[in-house]
């Protein structure tokens, strides 16, 4: 089976609640700490992996910070390996990068090729200081980029550094990281932030290093594929989560998705999802969302909409001004990306049809969010 | 460059007008933007 970029089946496994940081946006109740049970583990991941798909199946392991319990994921591992198993399958683990030092590292370097790490880090060691106290210098970065040069960097977004957020998506890429995907923190209210100024200038100074470094790779919120607003209806896909299966070690119970376990929103509402259909999400979008012209570009996760208000298509509007704020600078990116192409592709083409359909929205998301009134310029 | 009085839409129209024998159609097999959660 050859190894695909996207999996037939996404396994999620709960290792443990504990964690050895205290971020400030973390939204895991941890009331109670747990550590996963190996043999049970095992037993679900061989029930899962004795159906064969057509891309394999990824695994992925999540704590709290899952190094946490280490030995115990290396038991689970082995005995894995060690089983025949036709289904292609390799592991995924994210973790915050601070305890992978000594054995754990050789244990990781010697099976690299079976898992691979997607490292939490919010930029350089001030911001990181704001939003993880005490971890920047427990990371070893020359580590993890020597054993996965193509790792994943998740940067979460917030109020706190937010004014930073260029320098550093920059910092990161300078560490050698190419996959950057900034994000807003969620269950996060953030209505009275009133960065929305802030936020476009930090857009402005990565749009312009984008464009003069066009080998790197620019971080994902210039990667979405505009030509997607073309489509004048919904077109989301379930963000994977009534395909997905996520076993809850702490309730022996399987969640349409991680997000979906109790230890996030509660034992009720863990229930409550059980009931809902992710599969046909354009018939649950709601106004005024339903109505946008982003709607397809833009990212939520229909869980925490579940959770913080109740129902699934239900965005966080308090993050709407930086969504918009977001796809105004994307679209002028393109726009000067694209117009420096000899050879655009036919999905280039499209995501200039698309900035030309779409070019007085951006205007007017500029002019309301920001006051900013000479953004596009009409030749007549 | 400035990321600001960028967007001409003559220049989009000009543009395209090069390139309107590229083949391309939008269709609903066009997705969008999923949940970074899930993805990646």
């Given at each position: ?9 996404k396994?999620y496994?709960?290792t443990n ?15 109670v700490k747990?550590?996963f ?9 061989l029930?899962q992996?004795?159906t ?8 992925s ?8 319990v280490f030995?115990?994921?290396?038991h689970l ?7 025949d198993i ?5 592991i995924?683990?994210?973790t915050?990068?601070?305890l ?12 690299r090729d ?9 930029g350089d ?11 920047f ?6 580590f ?9 960097v998740n ?7 937010l004014p ?6 920059k910092f990161?890429n300078s560490l050698?990281f190419?996959h950057i ?6 269950m996060?209210?953030?209505?009275n932030?009133n960065?929305?100024?802030t936020?476009?200038k930090?857009?402005?100074e990565l ?5 003069k470094n ?15 607003t ?10 994977n989560?009534?395909?997905?299966k996520?076993?809850?070690m ?22 409550e999802f059980?009931k809902?259909?992710f599969t ?7 106004y ?8 397809n570009?833009c990212?939520?996760c229909?869980?925490?909409n579940y ?11 308090s ?10 600078v994307l679209?002028?990116f ?19 049809m698309?900035?030309?359909?779409h070019?007085k929205?951006?205007?007017?998301i500029?002019?309301?969010e ?11 | ?11 989009i ?5 090069q390139f ?13 933007i999923t949940?970074w959660?899930t993805?990646?």
């Amino acid at each position: 089976m050859k190894a695909s970029k996207t999996y037939s089946r996404k396994v999620y496994i709960s290792t443990n609640s504990t964690c050895n940081l205290n971020c400030k946006y973390c939204f895991e109740n941890e009331k109670v700490k747990f550590e996963f049970n190996i043999d049970e583990a095992l037993n679900i991941l061989l029930e899962q992996l004795s159906t064969q798909t057509i891309y394999g199946t990824q695994i992925s392991l999540r704590g709290g910070e899952p190094f946490m319990v280490f030995h115990k994921i290396k038991h689970l591992c082995e005995s894995l390996w060690s089983q025949d198993i036709k289904e292609y399958y390799h592991i995924h683990i994210t973790t915050n990068g601070t305890l992978i030092h000594g054995d754990i590292q050789k244990w990781l370097s010697s099976n690299r090729d079976k898992i691979t790490l997607k490292l939490s880090l919010d930029g350089d060691r001030k911001s990181s200081e704001i939003n993880r106290p005490k971890s920047f210098d427990l990371i070893d970065f020359h580590f993890l980029l020597n054993t996965w040069p193509e790792m994943k960097v998740n940067t979460t977004i917030t109020a706190e550094t937010l004014p930073y957020l260029a320098e550093n998506i920059k910092f990161i890429n300078s560490l050698g990281f190419k996959h950057i995907t900034p994000h807003f923190s969620i269950m996060t209210d953030w209505k009275n932030c009133n960065l929305g100024n802030t936020l476009y200038k930090q857009l402005q100074e990565l749009h312009n290093f984008y464009l003069k470094n066009p080998d790197i790779e620019p971080c994902s919120f210039f990667l979405s594929d505009i030509s997607c607003t073309l489509n004048d209806k919904s077109c989301h896909q379930a963000c994977n989560s009534g395909e997905m299966k996520a076993y809850d070690m702490q309730t022996r119970k399987y969640y349409p998705c991680y997000m979906c376990f109790p230890s996030i929103g509660g034992e009720k509402i863990a229930e409550e999802f059980k009931k809902l259909d992710f599969t046909n999400l354009e018939e649950l979008e709601e106004y005024p969302c339903k109505a946008c012209t982003f709607l397809n570009l833009c990212i939520t996760c229909y869980a925490e909409n579940y959770i913080t208000r109740g129902s699934l298509s239900r965005r966080d509007m308090s993050l709407c001004k930086y969504q918009k704020i977001v796809f105004a600078v994307l679209f002028n990116f393109e726009y000067n990306r694209i117009l420096s192409l000899t050879n655009p592709s036919p999905n280039d083409v499209l995501k200039m049809m698309a900035i030309k359909k779409h070019y007085k929205e951006i205007e007017n998301i500029l002019k309301e969010e920001l006051q900013i009134t000479s953004q596009v310029e009409v030749n007549t | 460059m400035d990321a600001q009085t960028t967007i001409q839409p003559l220049r989009i129209d000009a543009w395209l007008a090069q390139f309107q024998d590229i083949e391309c159609k939008t269709n609903d097999t066009i997705v969008g933007i999923t949940c970074w959660y899930t993805f990646g």
